[in-house]
């Protein structure tokens, strides 16, 4: 519910003293006038309702008024008012799953919530699907599905595309087809001076470069334009193991890594979580075979790890695994939760390295923090192949002619806890057992310097790991389409080229 004209104009006598003073007060003001239907204030049903649709609770910060656009025009009114004011800052929402405090939303400021642009249409012969940037991955499936297609999209429904995309994106096709940006035909996007402009392959290719992995730096896109992929069902699911598996699982994993093992139709992770509340830890592999008539294929080790407990392993089409994973987050999403990543190459011994060291200390960890009833999980899973030639690049770094996708690991560290209290603690930890891993990793000189954007923490450098000369590229793109540095500086989230 949005406020009423006799509503706004009394809100707005009983606060002019105070909006006389303070710019962001002033910026949402403005734009009521401009848009009046879609922004929205503390108290009003749909203020609340965009709070609460944050997946953790450490997202659901109060900003000064949320605004939700309809039209790519109503983006283009809302950042010229922004860039007008020159002062006033804001966070833009997509699906809202980047973990980090601030990144998708903002205390005192201005929240664009994305989601009223959530337009899905399959279009050129089934060819591309053309998507708003509010939309979610489940709404995406649940439309190509009717056509026997997929994307390159999020394998849990309920993560935002914009976010997932920019950021460079894994998805189940990803072993066979690469990352998720390479499948982008085409952004719309708004720029700090209100121009909407289209980057493509032929059309502002710099900028279309820059987007694949350089995430918010550039401009708001509003609209993305995704290849589709003909794709009937796929097997998958989630097994858990016995917990006596995880020596016997992170084997099983490190075979999987074997480059004479890749199997291009193979993907997933496995995961060794650790529950402070029973005091005992949980194997479990998540994993997805996209040519079930040939199954299990490379993951057959995984899956006869160990003992199962519970096997969810089905035949189903991809918007119905996406809707159990997505399941499975919210689950969890009355709780907090802080990650963070790294990458290394793979050797017959680092991922139980890794593994020993992390099962020793996070016990210890999690007793420090009882009282916030903390959870831990340690994940490792692959990255996908380069583009396959220079003619389309991406921002991620890597050559065509490496092989990622074969001899590279990368890692999520993941707490889960109930307690604001615990933050800082559990951030502290988080920092030293990325650091510790990073150590290990050097100490069999296996290093990598690509951190995964949407798994960073926000005391990371994921852009800094794309390269020195990708960053200076990436940097000259920002200053020619952003020279104010409005995504720079009034843009509160994300990872900063400045």
């Not at 900003?63 to 656009?69: D, E, F, G, K, L």
Request: charged fraction near 15%.
């Amino acid at each position: 519910m949005h406020l009423s004209t006799l509503q706004f104009m009394g809100w707005l006598a009983l606060s002019s003293v105070v909006a006389s003073s303070d710019p962001t007060m002033s910026t949402c003001k403005t734009l009521s006038v401009a848009l009046p239907d879609e922004v929205f204030f503390p108290e009003t049903d749909s203020y609340n309702a965009s709070v609460l649709s944050y997946p953790f609770v450490q997202l659901r910060l109060e900003s000064t008024c949320i605004v939700r656009p309809k039209t790519t025009h109503d983006v283009v009114t809302i950042i010229t008012t922004l860039n007008e004011s020159n002062r006033t800052r804001f966070a833009i929402k997509g699906g809202g799953h980047n973990a980090n405090v601030g990144f998708n939303n903002i205390r005192d400021g201005v929240t664009i919530d994305m989601q009223g642009l959530k337009t899905v249409e399959v279009a050129r012969g089934n060819e591309v699907v053309r998507v708003g940037a509010g939309a979610l991955g489940q709404d995406v499936y649940d439309v190509v599905q009717k056509h026997n297609l997929t994307i390159l999209g999020p394998r849990i429904g309920m993560v935002g595309v914009a976010g997932f995309t920019t950021g460079g994106g894994i998805g189940f096709l990803s072993p066979e087809k690469g990352w998720a940006c390479d499948a982008v035909v085409n952004f719309e996007v708004v720029l700090a001076s209100g121009e909407i402009v289209n980057a493509n392959a032929t059309s502002r290719v710099d900028l279309y470069t820059a987007l694949k992995g350089g995430q918010s730096n550039f401009g708001t896109v509003t609209r993305f334009d995704l290849k589709t992929f003909p794709q009937g069902p796929i097997w998958g699911g989630r097994i858990a193991y016995a917990a006596n598996a995880s020596a016997g699982l992170i084997s099983a994993y490190t075979k999987f890594k074997d480059p004479e093992n890749y199997d291009p139709y193979a993907s997933g992770w496995v995961t060794i979580g650790y529950n402070h509340t029973v005091a005992k830890f949980a194997p479990v592999s998540i994993l997805w075979y996209t040519k079930p008539q040939l199954k299990p294929g490379a993951l057959g080790g995984i899956i006869n790890a160990g003992s199962h407990v519970t096997n969810g392993m089905i035949e189903a089409p991809i918007n119905e695994h996406t809707r159990n994973a997505s399941r499975g987050v919210a689950a969890a999403a009355a709780r907090r939760t802080i990650w963070a990543t790294t990458t290394f190459h793979i050797s017959p011994t680092i991922l139980h390295r890794i593994h020993s060291f992390w099962a020793d200390l996070i016990p210890e960890i999690c007793e420090t923090h009882a009282e916030a009833n903390v959870a831990a999980e340690l994940t490792f899973q692959s990255l996908p192949p380069s583009p396959s030639s220079d003619s389309h690049p991406n921002s991620l770094g890597f050559a065509h002619n490496e092989t990622p996708e074969k001899n590279i690991v990368f890692v999520q560290v993941v707490f889960l806890y109930s307690d604001g209290a615990a933050t800082v603690g559990l951030e502290k930890a988080l920092k030293d057992l990325v650091e510790r891993i990073n150590e290990l990793a050097d100490d069999e000189g296996l290093a990598h310097k690509f951190r995964y954007m949407n798994f960073a923490a926000w005391f990371q450098n994921p852009l800094g790991g794309y390269g020195k000369k990708q960053k200076k590229t990436l940097r000259e793109v920002a200053q020619k389409y952003d020279p104010k540095g409005m995504f720079q500086k009034q843009l509160a989230g994300g990872f900063k080229l400045f």
